[in-house]
């Protein structure tokens, strides 16, 4: 098997993992306002209007933070596959020269 297919089988477990342990998110007061301001439209200077905004559309396919979750889950672990391919030697992996 070559390194990339065992980076691919890590994530996949790694994902299933995560979500298993997190599932289904946890949510502070900060979380709960974030999701009131995507509900109404009505956005405060308190936390980013973006997040609100990809929150709203996110509750707009599926209501509740499971989405959020799994977006928050899926940036994370393609960070780590990035990190990994620059960090770990081999065949594939991004050279900076560095």
């Given at each position: 098997?070559?390194?990339t297919?065992?980076m691919?089988?890590?994530l996949?477990?790694?994902a299933?993992?995560?979500?298993?342990?997190?599932?289904?998110?946890?949510?502070?007061?900060?979380?709960?306002?974030?999701l009131r301001?995507?509900?109404?439209?009505?956005?405060?200077?308190?936390?980013?209007?973006?997040?609100?905004?990809?929150?709203?559309?996110?509750?707009?396919i599926?209501?509740g933070?499971?989405l959020?979750?799994?977006?928050q889950?899926?940036?994370?672990?393609?960070?780590?596959?990035?990190?990994a391919?620059v960090?770990?030697?081999?065949?594939?992996s991004?050279?900076?020269?560095?």
């Open positions: 098997m070559d390194r297919r065992y691919l089988i890590i996949i477990v790694s299933g993992l995560l979500f298993i342990t997190f599932y289904p998110g946890a949510m502070s007061i900060d979380s709960y306002e974030q301001q995507a509900r109404s439209g009505q956005f405060g200077d308190w936390h980013p209007p973006f997040m609100a905004w990809v929150w709203r559309a996110f509750d707009a599926l209501q933070s499971i959020m979750l799994l977006a889950l899926g940036l994370y672990l393609f960070s780590l596959w990035a990190i391919r960090a770990l030697p081999g065949p594939d991004v050279r900076l020269g560095l």
